[in-house]
């Protein structure tokens, strides 16, 4: 994607880190941040990822680094920070985009009927989600915007951006996804604890919540193997005024808005819906 000449430059000289930055989303925001000025780190579990999407920014004429980094191990993000020092120096903006769900920690079905209690019964209920399946969601997207940010706080000198990104079931839970809906919302929640607990500090912490975007790892549930859409698509873009999924690039313009002090100076705790209309719409 291009940006206006007048604004293409407008973080020339600043530093960004991005979690999950080898996903559809977030590869999105580090070639915007790449070509809005920022040098950026490009951080995800897969290296080859990660080193994909800082190599297409590099051809572009952009600055970049990509680096393996599991956003639950300290260690490696404290590894993971060292380096970003050591090519760029401090951190200017930091998003924290990796997450997501899992299948084991999905239901088959909306609603919990009476025959799901029988032994015999078939579908995977909200009492079958094992412990361990709702923790690994819970952990992947709660404490995988914590820890990042306990790792590069320190090297946040002199201010800086935080931006989450959370979801729209932080506005309402979905049916079939408890885990998910819940960690959301948890993350919401702690973006607003960061941004007082923060902002002594020149820090300002805002959240992004996405609405229906077709990814790696919704696509599935979003579309049938031969192409058509699901009863759930259906249901989506009935709920959605703008009735269709939002393009990543929609997302960039409330991105580089967050991270730009002269623009969103003053915005501090906010969670901002980018779904079409979604969250406003009550079905009537």
């Known amino acids: 994607m291009k940006t206006d000449s007048a604004s293409e430059k407008r973080f020339c000289g600043k530093t960004a880190v991005v979690t999950g930055g080898g996903g559809v989303l977030c590869s999105v925001f580090c070639r915007a941040l790449a070509e809005n000025g920022c040098s950026v780190a ?117 201010g800086g951006v935080i931006i989450n990104i959370t979801s729209m079931n932080a506005f309402r839970p979905l049916t079939k996804i408890p885990a998910y809906s819940a960690a959301k919302s948890a993350v919401s929640n702690l ?38 859409p699901t009863e759930r698509t259906e249901k989506i873009l009935r709920g959605t005024p703008m009735r269709r999924f939002g393009e990543p690039e929609e997302l960039v313009g409330t991105l580089l808005f967050l991270c730009d002090n002269t623009a969103s100076g003053f915005v501090n705790g906010a969670v901002i819906p980018v779904d079409g209309g979604f969250s406003a719409y009550s079905g009537v």
């Not at 297409?56 to 004429?61: K, P």
């Not at 300290?74 to 930091?94: H, M, N, P, W, Y």
């Not at 941004?195 to 919704?218: C, D, E, W, Y």
């Open 42 to 158: 490009v951080l995800d579990l897969k290296e080859e990822s990660a080193k994909a999407v800082a190599q297409s920014i590099n051809e572009a004429g952009g600055r970049a680094i990509g680096i393996s980094a599991n956003v639950l191990d300290k260690q490696s993000l404290a590894a993971a920070c060292e380096r970003v020092k050591t090519e760029f120096g401090g951190v200017d903006i930091l998003v924290n985009g990796a997450g997501g769900n899992n299948p084991r920690a999905t239901t088959d079905k909306e609603y919990l009927e009476a025959s799901d209690f029988a032994p015999e019964h078939k579908a995977r209920t909200f009492l079958d989600l094992s412990k361990e399946d709702i923790g690994f969601v819970f952990d992947l997207n709660c404490l995988g915007t914590v820890l990042p940010t306990q790792a590069f706080l320190p090297a946040m000198n002199g």
């Open 191 to 228: 973006t607003m604890w960061l941004a007082v607990h923060l902002s002594k500090l020149g820090i300002r912490v805002n959240a992004i919540a996405p609405g229906f975007f077709v990814t790696a790892q919704n696509k599935n549930l979003l579309y049938n193997e031969n192409g058509a």
